[in-house]
Structure formats: structure tokens, C-alpha cells
């Protein structure tokens, strides 16, 4: 037992981390630091950057692009990404839909679609969540009807993270409505986003933000072809997918850095004329939530560590549930205590500024995104399983209740 | 001690909630907040009409003689309403100060016509260093024959952009953190060397920055003592706090019964979700906080106009602390309970979400205001 | 609306004070500040002062010794004895047994036992937990058998307080075992804890303290004339005793006393070399706890002023849910602000010590009870329906789910 | 990084958990517990047999030259079993001081008689007034010819009673408070001036008070640099900390299991307890608690030994911190999940919640703790 880096590790987060200072653009770094919004061109840009390095898609296998990286190095990967900060590749296409194609998809398909994804050709969205579904998935009700060498699909997803950018959509469709059991007579499906009959339609949140939609398909022919694996089929290559998500799912290297920035940002800011940051209880807020931290990031490595020994088998550990939800709290808990070092600069409502605004924001101009992200990042507790899930998951599959 | 509402309370009660019942559903409120100004006009006019904006002034200037108690009865309807109009900083906050420290002639000028609702008002007290410190003053008023010169910059005015008239906190001697030598100005908004910039907040009400550059005034714009208006100021926003109490109490408790509906209603894996004893806990956590929280704010309206300052503060302070809170739990618990639908501009809860949460950064938040019970004497003493 | 106590009230107030703070022993008042068990001497002693007084059972009817007092003097009653600190009455007669009585007993019942309830001539406990019910009290299984002009009761009963100083027990017992329905069939008996065949075994408590005892029942006769009521109507009386808990079970008083001794003690303590109550972390936690404190105050008396208002039906406000559930997490932080004050001085052990026992305690003589008092006070959101039975009983009766 | 065990490693996990499942049993432990002295004589021979009392000793001086990582070993093991024996102020502690400051001559004598069994320490440190502070010592040695005298009052001094040799902090020079000036002292628990007053603790381990009036000792008694010993109490006092916080583990693991044990046995209303959900994400929270105290054992315990002391502070109390903390939650859940049945003495975890929280309370509890974490650089920073 050594839990040290290694020197081979060190070397390599050495590497990983210079790499993504130099190359990482600056206007797209001072974003991430304050938490605005990125655009589309960032996204891309960032993607493509990677990818010319080869490290689009590094968890893939070589011959689909992967760097054959263990465990602790695609950790350190994602840890060093998070904490430069650089945009963490969007997980639709590089960690979904990817590595259901080149698990299950036909060689066509591979060749069709998984070059494109790791350079972000298409942008890809993610068509599971229904209206009425929520954590219940398998009732979901969008329907695809055989008919002759298409698929005509009529239904509604939702919560389609950043359909408005969308190229392609990969959906769960029910294809056998008579299927005994829900979860059978579900199929997997690719669809064009260009195909008539497709709607989007955004969702605003309450924090103002635009970054999920719904989606109708109503009368949508798409091609046979672009089923993935066989019909009725879907569910199993569902659960895949929501199973690959394990590492970088705590995300500490993204609380790591708003941490150092918000000790930054404490200050500069004074209270009682002396800076924030020399504050007693505010240092022992931070305090308690760093502690959190380390005990996560301890956590998430042993995880790690844990698949490195027993091979990357591709089955999430249920411990994994517990890097969801702990690091749900903690992300949350970097957003309160932001809130309180912007303190009455967090009631200015700013729309995020068109590129070459030049209006000065009111306050500091970091204090801006602090409440926005107080409400938004409300989300990380409910989506991909929400807490109350996570902990029915740990109850059953690790205390056997 | 008695917690039941007179008559005359109860009847006041009921006609504002019938008022926002009648007029103030939820897309109306949206179609006023996409507008302009931000909020309503006509409800407004209703206000004056009912009473409301006369509600805390003395019956000699054409008031209605209520205490806190009415305040936090008007506060709490349009905390659960989401009022949007500037009754806050109005009636409430600068009509305090005006109540406190105005003159004679001052009140007689203006609280007929705060009254009738042809006069708005805003505290211009906050600046960009001050964060929650009252006493923190860099805006100056220095003396110009029998008048006075206002130079500063003010931050976060509440509904600042469409006051016709600033009260403004200006240093009239003194350290920039001293005590004494704070004054309070009367300033037309359009008056010569005020410029200002409105904006949206968080919860779709409106501010201001307001730079107030060599703005003159004469003799009669001074409210109360100008080498001493800091009691003045802590007394009217300590009144202030109890009410933003009050407000945040009608929007955690339409935070939780908007939960509790959807418990019952919403159901998932073939069974409505409140059925699962995880939800119904957390739901029964959220009504322990609303309780909590409701219980402070009528602490905080029954010592709002405690002659001991001390007292009065440590009490508003306490109940800032639970307010604050309880908006973070029940409104958490809120969203969360509602999942992602509760991350949406459709449904409710985030809108009282938000309200409940720009409430605890307003006046002083949970750690300012802990900070002070924490210094004061015990609260639970005999 | 006028949240202030009355002129009147004050009054009052200040009479009882003051007649507390005279009657009550210097020696008994003394073990109450730091929390050391009391004798069954104290406790008798201090009921018939309260009964000299005609102040042992304020909220029984005036015919059987009560004062008469409406819900708020009843209240401010209880509270200004919690603050002396004055030893609550034991609740298992004068709040227990003495309302059944009084209400569904017969009149020789009355006469017998409702005049040494109030003096403490008997010495009352409570006979209705059973091993394997817990919180599920209707699934109970001692039985009583009718046989001529007594019943023959079986069974074990558990959780039972200070038995071990017990002239009568209140039972729950079961008549007919063959009801359609468990609540019924059960029956509500006074027993003789003289009666042959009765054995109490005390149960250890994991802090030291030997509190409570299991008590046996084999072959016990019991005069019929013992039933309380009717046969098989227990049930019934049980949850009308149940019911009577309200008024002072938020335990107001009682905390704010701990906390006032608290802020003293914590005066006497140094931590960086100065008084620990100067450090503005340990005044922070303090001030949170009496936040709650005060809000709970406020809570507690909104619920006195309803009950005053509709009457004092006998009926519980389901809110006192919110005094049981709330005061008991606020007892227990007094117990954890405590353990923050003896820091070190938490560790040695001491048997309570015997009266008149002259060694010197380890560490300042106040420490020793406060781990203990820690341990044992969990009890608190355990006993009389958890913390989480009480949620439940929020959710259906006031929140509808 | 590596999270595995060496082979070496494992067969001590093994042995010692065999040992302890063999012998170790509640009702042994009970025995142990009522009688003198106070643990088991027996067991500790076996400790000896075992090699455990030479652990983290030299080989040179008859020990195994084990790290920090086979002390957790132990001391989770023996957290697993509630052990009673002086391992902890023997071995560990003392053994740690004399590892760090001890001359040739002294480890050379006293260590195999450690590891044989045949010698008890225990480290005399803390002081009525000196709280958490170890640089807080009133107890003096001032020199006499070629030794010193030492005068003072030790309080709870763990496992004091049974020790045969006591290591004394005692100030030679500077003020009270001073980080200056205090030297360690080996003094026969027997030597003429010393008393003892020994006593249980709550969680059945032992601890005496120690009255040093006058007690000589010779030059060969000094450990390490008699004016400056802090660094080597404070390295000393860290690696120990580490060493409880793997044993709370074993206590928290405990609790934890035995709690959804129960939750599967018990039935309420006709079905398992451990159906309910709100049960069910109880011991969800206390398994989530209980990995983060796992996690931060182990980093205390990577952290024991860095050479930077400012960082092995920061790391020990974060750990400490998150120990106390999961302590609390999980101790008081397993005790409310069990109900009335877990506040006796008949059942397992009110032994493990007894001993997790007197460790809170030894070398310092979350409180101060977290002053230390609060005072010092991030913890996650890069």
C-alpha cells in the first residue's frame, strides 16, 4: 500500500497538466474560471484541440482512437482537465453514444460515425428522458413502427442537453409495445436531427439558463440502418451506457478549482474592512468542505485503484453511487459558499454578455454567474439518477436492504 | 400573549390575499415582468386603493396607524403571491425612515402621496464596499451654504431605477466607517448629477446603481439628525428585515405546499412519489423548517419596535439567520423534490426559490447576521 | 395579535418563579445544574412540596387537585420549573395513570388512587412496551386471563422506568387473543408490584445509567376490580394517554437552562488561553443552537395559544410532532455543546457518587456528567415514538401523504 | 498509487483478525473490563507472541520495522474488536516518542522489553489547563547536579495506572505557553514523588491522574533534546492520531454493519425494519460516512510520516476532522436506527459509538481540529 503518486504517474500529470496550459485558448479558460456560459465555437474548438493531440477519446480502445490509458491515468486525465480549467468534452458522443456504437453498432457505423464524434463533426444529444419518465426510464413511451426500411418515430423526449446545437440524437424507442416486460421491446436508435418532422423546443430553467430542451418527433422516418445492435434490444445497451459513467463522476478536480478561485476571490473581497478570506468562520467553512473534499477524492481513487486491479470491466462499482451523490453535495456546497462571498452582489441578474459586449457588469465581474450557478447546479442532485436513487442503489446492491 | 389577529387584522388579511388571488396569478406576474416597468401599474393603484401604501403611516398624514404586525400580515400575502411591486422599498424601508426621522413637513409633503401611490421611493444606502455594514459610508454630503452637496456611488438601490425620490445615506463627517456622521438626503431622482442605471435582480424585481455626482440640495431634503442618522437607519432596516421575514415566509410555505401537491399528484414506477417514506420525510423536514421559520418572523414583527436596540437587533438578527435558513433547506428540498421539472421557468417553486434566496443576501445574510447574535448577549435568557 | 405575555401572565410567572426558586432544596437544585442522577428522595421530596403547595397535578381537574390553569399558565408552570432547574413530576402517575383514571376509572379507583398519585404515596410506572413491539405497540402479547374475580397476566413487559422504586404498574394486557383485530382485546390493568410473581430485572443502558428494567409477569393475580374501564376497551385509554403529551414536551425550558449553564461553564474553561464562551466559533455554535431555541419557543407557544383557543380538547395538535422532533434534536445539541466544553475531561468515568462520598472528582467536578448525558440522552429521539414514527405521523396527519 | 496490500501486510491482517476472532469475543471482553486490571494480561502476551509489540520498532532493536500503514492494520483490527489492552500508550504513543527522540541506550534497553510484553509506558502529557495545546505544560524539570527534578499534576493519562515507566513532558525553560523549552522524561511510575489516582474511562478503557512532587531523575532519563522536545511530541502525537483514526474505523465499520444487520433481522409491523426507506437511506448516509472517515484514515496515514511538518499537521487534522465528524453521525444513527435496544448494554454499538466518541475527545476533537485545517494553506490545492 503506497498512496503516493508514482513517479510514472507524477510524470504524466506533469505532461497532462503543462499540455492543457498552453493549449487550452485563454478566452475560453477565463470563462470556465467564472462559470459563464461557453458557446458553441468554444465547445468545438476545445474538442478539436484534443483530438489533434489524440486525446479526443482516450478511454476508447486504440483502434478506435483510445489511447490505452489505465484507470489512474485516465483519472489524472480528467482530474488535471477539471482543475486547469478546460471544457470537459461533452459526454454525449465521446462517452455515450461512442462507446455504445463500437461496442454493439455495425462496422458501418463505426466508421461512419465514431471518427466524427471524436472531433466533434457531429454534435450529438441524448434522447432518453421522457415527459412523465423522470427516474422510471423504462416507461417511456416514443414510439418506433417498422415500415419498409425505415423507422417512422412519433413521441417526445426531454431534458435534451444542448439539442439546440444538435446534429444527431440517439434515442430509446419502444419498437414491440406488447413486450411482456417494460424494459423489453425497447430499441436504440440514431437519428438525424435534419430529418423532417423533428421539433426542438427549448426549456428555460430558473436560473435563466438555455441549455436543455425538448425534442418531438412526429412522423419521423429514419433509416433501418441506424439501429444500433438488434431491436428490441435497446435496454440492455442503455444500461451500458448509464454504467460507463464512473470516473470523473465526483468531478473534484471541477471542485478543487472553484475552491482555489473562490479563496481567491474571498480575497478580494472585504468584510469588516479586512479581507474575506482572513475571516475565522468563513476559512473554516472552506475548511469543512476541503476536508469533504479530500475525503472524496481518497475515495474516488480507491475506486479507481479498486477497477485498475479487477480490470476495467466496463460494470460500475456501486461504491461509484457514492462519488455521485458525495460529490453532488460538495460541487453544491462550493456554489453556497460562493454565494456568500459575492454576498449582496449576488441579486444583479445579468443575461450572459454577447461576445464584445462592453456594458461593465454591476459588482465585481465574477460575482455575476454566483447565483445563476446556486440554482443551476440544483440539477446535479436530480439528473443522471438523482440522489434518492443513488441512495436506493447503495441500499440494495451494497447493504443488501 | 396572543397570537390571533383582531378584526380589523384579519379583515385587512383577507382583502389583500383576495386582491392577489383575484389579480396576481402567475402569468399575469410574467406578463409584468417581461414589461415594463418590471411590475405592475395597475396593481399598484389597487394597493393605494385598499390601503396598503398608507398602511404604516400615522393617521394625521393620511395613514392607517398599522404596526408591525399589519406589515408582516401585507408581507406575507405578497411573499406568497411573488408581488413584484416596489412596496418594499416604498412603503416599508424608506416610508420607515420617513416614519422615524422625517420632519413635519416632510411627512405632510410626501406620505399623502406615497398614499395614493403617486410617489415612489428608494433607500440609496448600499456601496460597492459597504457589503452589510450601515455604518460603512463613503458617499459624502458636505455643506453648501444652507444646503448640501451629494457625491457618491450607490449600489444595488432596490427598485432605484424607478423611484421619483432617493434617500440617500451620505457622510456628513467622520471616518468612512464611523458611526457617527452619517446623514440621510432627500433627492429627486432627476435631479441634476444623478444618473442612474437600472437593471434586473435574481427574482425579477429591479435595481439601480445611482452616481450621484455634485447633486445639490437644499436645507429641507435633510431627513432626521445629519451628523447622526445611523439609529434612524438600523431601526427602519431592522423593521425592514422583519418584513423581508415575513415575505420569505409566504414563499417557503408555497414552496412546500407546491411540494407536497406534487408529491401527491406526480407519480413514478406506478405510484404517486409521495408514497416513498424518503420524500414524505424530507416533505415533513421542509414543514419543521417553515414552522421554525415562521415562528422567527413573527419573533422578529414583535421586536422589530423594541425600544431596547440591542435587543431589537439581536432578535431581527436571530430571525435573518432561521429565514435565511429555512430558505436554503425548504427551497432546496424544494427543487429537489420536485426533480428536474423543478428546474424549470414553468413550474413555481424556483421563482419562490429565488425570491426566498435574493431575501437572505438582502439587509445582511445568514453568516453578517449570525455574526451578531453570536456577539450579543444569550437570546434564550430569562 | 400580541406576542408578549400579558401583565397577568407575568405575574404569574414571577409567583411561580419565585416560590420555585425558595421551595426548591439547595442540594436537589445542585444535581439538576450538572445533571447527576436524582434519588428517589429527591424526587419524592420535591412532589409533596409541589403538593403542600396544591401545585403536583396542575391540569387535572379541579375536583381531583387540579388549579384550573388555561394552557399558556400551565405552560409558563412547566417551563419556569425546567428553567430553576426543578425536577419535572414523574409523568407516569400524575400525567399518566392519574388522566386515565380520572377519566374512564371507577370511583373507588378515584378515591383510592388519584390522592396518592399527587402526594406520590404510590410510586407509578409503565407497563406498555413489550420485548419485539417497540414502536409497534398494538402487536403486544402479554395476556390476562380471567379466572373468578382476577386476572391471571403472563407476559414480560419492557423499557419500564424506574421500576425499580415502583409500588403500581400500569399494564397493557391482553384479554382476548382472539379479536378480529389486534387493537382490540386489550385491556387496561393496575397491578401491585407486590403481587407474587412479579420480578424486575434492570436493564444497563450503555452509558452506566440504570434507568430502566424489564419486568416479568408469571401467573401475577390481579383483582378484577384492578381494570381500568371496560374489558378489551384498553386500547382506547392507551391513546387517550398517549394523546396527553403535549404541553412542555419540546422541553423548552430544560435547554434553556443547559445552555445557560453552558455559557457559564464554557466562561470557566480556556482554550488559547483565554475563556472558551470568548471564542467566536464556540459563540457561533451556541448562537445557532439557541436560534432554534427561540424558534421553537415560538413555535411551542403558537401551539398553546390554539389549544387555549379551541379549548383543551384533550386532542393533540399534530404539529406537537414538530415540539417532540425539534425539541429533542435541540436537547441533544445542548448534550454536544457540552462535550465541546469538557473537551478532554469528557474521558474518565465516574459511578455517580454515593451522598456523602468525598473523592474528588477528575477534572472540574461539572465534567463528569457530560458524556454520559451525551450517551444517554439519544434516548430522547427514541423514546415515546422516534423521531422517524413522528414524521410519519406528520406526513398523513398534517401534510396528507 | 497503490491501494493494495504487500503479502506482508495481508498475513498481519490476517493474523491479527484471527486473533481477535478467536479470542476477542463480547463476553471475554466483558470479563476483561470488570476485572483487574481493567484488560487482559493474557491477550497481551499473545500481542507479544504475534510480533505486534515490536511493530513499528527497528529491527535493530528487536522490531519488525513496520510503517505507518501496518499500525492502521492494527489499529483497525483492534477498533473491529473494541480491544482494551495499552497497545495505543504503549506502543504507539510512548513507542513513538522513543522512536523519534530515544538514544541507543534507551531503545536498546527498553524496546524488547517492550516487545516481549514485559514493559508498560505510558505518556504523561496532558495537564488540567492545557486542553488540546501540547506545548501547553506547567510541570517542570529543573536540572539538579546531573539530573532533574520534576514537579507537576498530569490528568487522564491513558493507561497511566498500569504503566511501568511514564514519559513526562515537562518544561525546562521559557513561559507555560511557550513552543520552547520543554523536554521528555522517562520516570518509573514507581519512583519515590510519583501518585497515582487511577480510574475507568467511558469507553472501559483505563486513565489516572499522576501527582509528580519532587520526583528525581537521572541524566539518563532525558529523551531526546530536553529544550527542545515539542517537534518530536508533536510528530509523535500526529502518527498516533492516524493510528485512532484507523481504529474509529474499525469501531465506525462496526456500528455500521451491526445497524444493517439489524435492520435485516428486526421486523415492525409485520415486515423487516429494513424495508422502510427512510431506514434504508439512514444507513445509506452512515455507509457514505463511514467510507469518507475510511478514506481519510488513509490519508492520514499515508500523511504520518511526511517530512513536512506543516503538511503532516494539516493532513492528521482533516483527518481528525472527518473522523469526529463520522463519528457522530454514524454512532448516533447506528444507535436511533437500533432504537431502545441500542441504548443497552447487552448490545454491540453503544460499546463502538463510546469509544468512536471518546476518540474525538482525545488529542483533540473536530473543534480543534479544525482550527488547525482552518488556519493553515488549502488542503486540495495542487
Redesign the interface.
Known amino acids: 500500500m503506497d498512496l503516493r503518486f508514482t513517479e510514472e504517474e507524477i510524470a504524466f500529470r506533469d505532461e497532462v497538466r503543462s499540455f492543457f496550459r498552453k493549449a487550452l485558448p485563454e478566452a475560453i479558460r477565463a470563462k470556465m474560471v467564472d462559470g459563464h456560459h461557453l458557446s458553441k465555437d468554444d465547445i468545438v474548438a476545445w474538442q478539436r484541440i484534443l483530438n489533434e493531440k489524440g486525446w479526443a477519446v482516450p478511454h476508447w480502445p486504440v483502434e478506435y482512437g483510445g489511447t490505452g490509458w489505465g484507470p489512474m491515468q485516465q483519472y489524472i486525465f480528467q482530474e488535471e482537465m477539471q482543475r486547469t480549467p478546460a471544457p470537459m468534452p461533452l459526454p454525449f458522443g465521446v462517452s455515450m453514444v461512442g462507446p455504445v456504437i463500437y461496442t454493439f453498432g455495425s462496422d458501418a457505423q463505426k466508421q461512419r460515425f465514431l471518427p466524427r464524434i471524436a472531433n466533434i463533426d457531429d454534435w450529438w444529444c441524448q434522447g432518453f428522458?421522457e415527459p412523465g419518465a423522470?427516474?422510471?426510464l423504462a416507461s417511456l413511451r416514443t414510439s418506433a413502427r417498422r415500415d419498409g426500411d425505415h423507422y417512422v418515430v412519433n413521441g417526445q423526449k426531454?431534458?435534451t442537453t444542448l439539442a439546440q446545437y444538435a446534429d444527431w440524437i440517439f434515442c430509446l424507442v419502444r419498437t414491440d409495445p406488447h413486450a411482456e416486460k417494460r424494459q423489453q421491446g425497447i430499441s436504440f436508435l440514431l437519428i438525424d436531427m435534419e430529418t423532417p418532422g423533428i421539433t426542438v423546443r427549448p426549456?428555460?430553467?430558473?436560473?435563466g439558463g438555455r441549455e436543455v430542451n425538448e425534442v418531438f418527433f412526429d412522423d419521423v422516418r429514419v433509416p433501418a440502418e441506424n439501429l444500433v445492435g438488434e431491436e428490441n434490444r435497446g435496454w440492455d445497451y442503455a444500461k451500458f451506457l448509464l454504467g460507463n459513467e464512473r470516473v470523473g463522476i465526483a468531478r473534484v478536480g471541477v471542485s478543487k478549482q472553484r475552491l482555489q478561485r473562490i479563496r481567491e476571490l474571498a480575497g478580494q473581497?472585504?468584510?469588516?474592512?479586512r479581507p474575506l478570506i482572513e475571516s475565522p468562520?468563513?476559512r473554516e467553512k472552506l475548511a469543512s468542505v476541503e476536508i469533504e473534499l479530500k475525503a472524496l477524492e481518497m475515495t474516488q481513487l480507491r475506486v479507481v485503484a479498486a477497477d485498475a486491479r479487477r480490470g476495467n470491466t466496463g460494470r460500475p462499482d456501486p461504491a461509484s453511487s457514492i462519488l455521485k451523490i458525495k460529490g453532488s453535495q460538495i460541487q453544491q456546497a462550493t456554489t453556497?459558499l460562493l454565494?456568500?462571498v459575492?454576498?449582496?452582489?449576488?441579486?444583479?441578474?445579468?443575461e450572459e454578455p454577447d461576445e464584445g459586449s462592453n456594458e461593465p457588469p454591476?459588482?465585481p465581474d465574477w460575482a455575476g454567474p454566483a447565483?445563476?450557478t446556486?440554482?443551476?447546479w440544483?440539477?446535479i442532485?436530480?439528473?443522471g439518477g438523482?440522489?434518492?436513487i443513488q441512495?436506493n442503489i447503495i441500499a440494495k446492491a451494497i447493504l443488501g436492504l | 400573549?396572543?397570537?390571533?389577529?383582531?378584526d380589523e387584522?384579519r379583515l385587512l388579511k383577507d382583502s389583500v390575499e383576495r386582491l392577489l388571488a383575484d389579480r396576481y396569478d402567475f402569468e399575469s406576474r410574467n406578463g409584468w415582468l417581461g414589461g415594463e416597468p418590471g411590475w405592475s401599474r395597475d396593481m399598484w393603484a389597487r394597493y393605494a386603493e385598499l390601503g396598503l401604501l398608507a398602511l404604516p403611516f400615522a393617521s394625521e398624514y393620511g395613514g392607517i396607524d398599522g404596526g408591525a404586525?399589519e406589515t408582516m400580515i401585507v408581507m406575507e400575502a405578497f411573499g406568497r403571491a411573488l408581488v413584484l411591486e416596489p412596496y418594499f422599498p416604498t412603503v416599508v424601508l424608506a416610508g420607515g425612515l420617513l416614519r422615524h426621522a422625517g420632519s413635519k413637513d416632510q411627512k405632510a409633503d410626501l406620505i399623502p402621496q406615497i398614499a395614493e401611490g403617486g410617489l415612489l421611493l428608494a433607500f440609496a444606502q448600499?456601496e460597492?464596499?459597504s457589503?452589510?455594514?450601515l455604518f460603512?459610508v463613503a458617499t459624502t454630503a458636505r455643506k453648501d451654504g444652507d444646503g448640501w452637496i451629494v457625491d457618491g456611488h450607490k449600489?444595488?438601490v432596490l427598485h432605484g431605477d424607478s423611484a421619483d425620490r432617493l434617500i440617500v445615506s451620505a457622510r456628513t463627517g467622520g471616518g468612512r466607517?464611523d458611526r457617527d456622521g452619517i446623514g440621510l438626503f432627500l433627492v429627486d431622482a432627476g435631479a441634476e448629477g444623478v444618473s442612474r442605471?437600472g437593471?434586473?435582480?435574481?427574482?425579477g424585481h429591479r435595481?439601480a446603481?445611482i452616481l450621484f455626482e455634485n447633486v445639490r440640495v437644499g436645507p429641507e431634503a435633510v431627513v432626521g439628525n445629519p451628523e447622526d442618522g445611523l439609529p434612524v437607519i438600523e431601526r427602519a432596516v431592522d423593521e425592514a428585515i422583519a418584513a423581508l421575514c415575513a415575505e420569505a415566509v409566504g414563499n417557503l410555505a408555497v414552496i412546500h405546499e407546491e411540494t407536497?401537491e406534487y408529491?401527491?399528484v406526480r407519480k413514478?414506477?406506478g405510484v404517486p412519489i409521495?408514497?416513498?417514506?424518503?420524500?414524505?420525510?424530507a416533505?415533513?423536514?421542509m414543514?419543521?423548517d417553515l414552522?421554525?421559520?415562521?415562528?422567527?418572523a413573527?419573533?422578529a414583527?414583535?421586536m422589530a419596535g423594541d425600544p431596547d436596540a440591542a435587543a431589537r437587533r439581536q432578535a431581527v438578527a436571530?430571525a435573518k439567520?432561521?429565514i435565511g435558513r429555512s430558505a436554503?433547506s425548504v427551497g432546496?428540498s424544494g427543487?429537489?423534490l420536485h426533480?428536474?421539472v423543478?428546474?424549470?421557468?414553468?413550474?413555481k417553486v424556483?421563482?419562490y426559490?429565488?425570491r426566498a434566496?435574493?431575501i437572505d443576501?438582502?439587509f445582511g445574510?445568514v453568516?453578517?447576521h449570525?455574526?451578531v447574535?453570536?456577539?450579543g448577549d444569550?437570546?434564550?435568557?430569562?
Open positions: 428522458s423522470g427516474s422510471d426531454t431534458w426549456i428555460q430553467t430558473f436560473d473581497v472585504t468584510q469588516d474592512d468562520k468563513f453556497e454565494m456568500d459575492v454576498g449582496p452582489f449576488a441579486l444583479p441578474y445579468e454591476i459588482g447565483a445563476p446556486y440554482f443551476n440544483r440539477k442532485s436530480i439528473y438523482s440522489n434518492e441512495k | 400573549m396572543d397570537f390571533d389577529l383582531s387584522q404586525v448600499a460597492s464596499q457589503r452589510y455594514d460603512d449600489t444595488v466607517r442605471r437593471y434586473a435582480t435574481q427574482d435595481a446603481d407536497v408529491l401527491k413514478q414506477f409521495g408514497s416513498f417514506q424518503a420524500l414524505q420525510h416533505a415533513v423536514d414543514y419543521v414552522e421554525q421559520a415562521r415562528s422567527m413573527m419573533f414583527t414583535m436571530a439567520v432561521q436554503k432546496q427543487i429537489q426533480g428536474g423543478g428546474m424549470t421557468m414553468e413550474f424556483g421563482h426559490f429565488k434566496t435574493m443576501a438582502t445574510n453568516d453578517h449570525l455574526d447574535v453570536a456577539g444569550s437570546l434564550v435568557a430569562a
